[in-house]
């Protein structure tokens, strides 16, 4: 009952009032209305510069977005976040089903269960269908928690999660605000590590050197093209 009464609410004023560029519009087609706002399916697979899987693809020569019909978009945006999300929640669940919950297991299963999260969320970054970029702060929220776990992870994806909201922040001016908020970071990452001395934190990035590097180049990158832009 209250959900359905919530639900009442909600709905209850954009089924009432119609579009003020169409007073007369029919009722059910103010709810039609509605729905296509709320999944606007005809506007394509993104809008912006989200910096996702079909942002990139819609670069020369693919030009995904022009290629595809619009109404086979959203279902192809559906297949490949299901095919992204499927290996963190198998294993998720295997490991929930296997293992069964203790306190000797609490805190391997909450740590899965975080980095399940933020590729779920990041999976919905990549390949969803209109995506903002502020949706990439969804998968940045749960693996700032793995900070003790895997401090070179979290501190490089923070930095890359900032870095990818540039063009948005651009366009609301707030230029000053992302360099002064990066720069603050950069300091604390580098208080931690001088903090911690010569102690080594277990991260994704070890194992070999292509893995070790991908940091520093992005850093790299990152830092070039922001250079580059202002040269």
């Known amino acids: ?50 910096a996702n899987l079909w942002c990139a693809l819609n670069t020369s020569p693919v030009n995904i977005r022009d290629q595809l019909p619009s109404d086979i978009q959203p279902i192809l945006a559906l297949v490949v976040t299901f095919i992204l999300m499927l290996p ?11 293992e069964p919950y203790s306190r000797l297991t609490a805190q391997s299963h909450f740590v899965l269960l975080l980095w399940a999260t933020t590729s779920c969320a990041l999976s919905f970054f990549l390949a969803s269908f209109q995506v903002h970029e502020k949706s990439i702060l969804l ?9 003790w776990q895997d401090p070179v992870f979290v501190e490089w994806f923070s930095f890359v999660c900032v ?11 707030l230029q000053s605000a992302y360099t002064c908020m990066v720069i603050i970071f950069a300091c604390l990452v580098w208080i931690r590590r001088v903090g ?20 520093t180049l992005s850093y790299i990158g990152m830092l070039g093209l922001h250079l580059a832009q202002v040269l």
């Open 163 to 173: 870095w990818s909201l540039w063009p948005l922040l651009q366009v609301d001016r």
């Open 88 to 98: 963190s929640c198998s294993k998720a669940i295997f490991v929930g089903t296997q």
């Open 196 to 215: 911690t001395g010569q102690r080594h934190f277990p991260t994704v990035f070890s194992g070999n050197m292509i893995m070790s590097s991908i940091p």
């Open 1 to 50: 009952a209250v959900v359905l009464f919530t639900f009442y609410v909600l709905w209850e004023p954009f089924v009432k009032y119609p579009p003020s560029h169409h007073p007369t519009l029919p009722h059910l087609q103010r709810l039609e209305h509605t729905l296509r706002r709320i999944f606007p399916f005809q506007r394509g697979l993104f809008e912006g510069k989200v």
């Open 139 to 147: 998968a940045l929220a749960p693996c700032t928690l793995l900070l």
